[in-house]
């Protein structure tokens, strides 16, 4: 069983920057395909960046391209999510997530679905 816990989240004004961490219980660099989802109140969960491989290969939401960046540190068996330039639209609770298989991934990561396994969340908060 793989325990995801996020932190990291916070409050922030428009054009700010937030770190967040995902510790993983288990984790092995090639075998686990992790991202991170966002979802505001009364919205759905959606995908914002994924990465398998170590980070060798990263996926991303078209909204956050070139400002958010995932990565993975083996060592200390932690996903990260750098977001950078914050939009008052991306407040919400940001998620972990993970699952040992999948087919297609660079065509189905940004699918809540595919995920076995789900941290709490963390929120974040972007005041204009």
């Known amino acids: 069983q793989v325990q995801l816990q996020e932190s990291g989240g916070g409050s922030v004004q428009a054009g700010g920057s937030l770190r967040l961490s995902c510790a993983a219980s288990?984790?092995?660099?090639?075998?686990?395909?992790m991202a991170w989802f966002s979802q505001a109140p009364g919205k759905e969960r959606e995908g914002v960046a994924a990465l398998f491989r170590g980070g060798y290969f990263t996926y991303y939401a078209d909204s956050v391209k070139g400002r958010f960046t995932i990565s993975q540190d083996n060592a200390k068996s932690t996903l990260y999510l750098q977001m950078n330039s914050l939009k008052p639209e991306e407040t919400a609770m940001y998620y972990c997530?993970?699952?040992?298989?999948?087919?297609?991934?660079?065509?189905?990561?940004?699918?809540?679905?595919?995920?076995?396994?789900w941290g709490q969340g963390t929120k974040v908060t972007v005041s204009s």
């Open positions: 288990i984790f092995t660099a090639t075998n686990y395909y």
């Open positions: 997530a993970a699952t040992a298989d999948c087919v297609g991934f660079a065509s189905t990561w940004s699918g809540a679905g595919i995920y076995n396994y």
